[in-house]
């Protein structure tokens, strides 16, 4: 019998789910999701088609003994959600800064669970962050929106590569001091 290695991260209580470390057990539903071309496009790191075994890389990339992002899932199993609602990480950077990434599955969208984590992880600020980035796609003003009502102040525009896209697309810049 093999246990699975659970990373010491905290567990951050939202009030329809939690936010918890990944685990072997979500790869399935992580597959799903991030295979949908609509999650893939909203991303900059998410290929499309998503290839098989990319989730449980991903796992093991988030799970490994010294990860470059600190990634948890919204667990919504033990509210009547789904267990897993979406992804949320924190990248560090150096000067305890952190830049915040998130993405919900389809399924959830419009229903303030974005909004929810971002303010969650927040207010929880496990990594002790003094500031917190973030960046959106400008096609993307539902996800701006997620930024400016937790806080964010835009900060400027510039452009990143998206893998699905296979084009740099323009995007909006936030931070937060906390």
């Known amino acids: 019998m093999r246990l699975e290695t659970i990373p010491n991260q905290p ?7 939690c936010l918890r470390p990944l685990r072997r057990s979500d790869a399935g539903l992580l597959q799903m999701y991030a295979s ?4 893939a496009e909203a991303t900059s790191s998410i ?7 990319a989730a449980e890389a991903f796992i093991a990339r988030a799970n490994s003994d010294n990860p470059k992002e600190v990634v948890w899932v919204m667990d919504g199993k033990a509210q009547g959600l789904g267990e897993v609602l979406g992804v949320i990480s924190l990248r560090c950077m150096d000067r ?6 998130y993405w919900v599955a389809p399924a959830f969208w ?3 669970i974005a909004s929810e984590a971002v303010k969650t ?4 600020n496990p990594m002790k962050c003094k500031t917190i980035f973030a960046q959106v796609f400008q096609d993307n003003p539902a996800s701006a929106r997620v930024l400016t009502n937790a806080g964010f102040e ?20 936030y931070s937060k001091k906390l």
Do not use: C, M
Not at 36 to 39: E, L, N, Q, S, Y
Not at 96 to 101: I, L
């Open 11 to 17: 567990l951050v209580e939202a009030d329809r789910f």
């Open 36 to 39: 949908d071309k609509r999650v």
């Open 47 to 53: 290929p499309h088609p998503y290839p098989p075994g």
């Open 96 to 101: 305890d800064q952190a830049e915040v990434s």
């Open 110 to 112: 419009n229903a303030g």
């Open 121 to 124: 992880l927040l207010a929880g």
């Open 154 to 173: 835009y900060i400027g525009d510039a452009e990143v590569h998206s893998v699905a896209r296979d084009a740099n697309v323009p995007t909006w810049t």
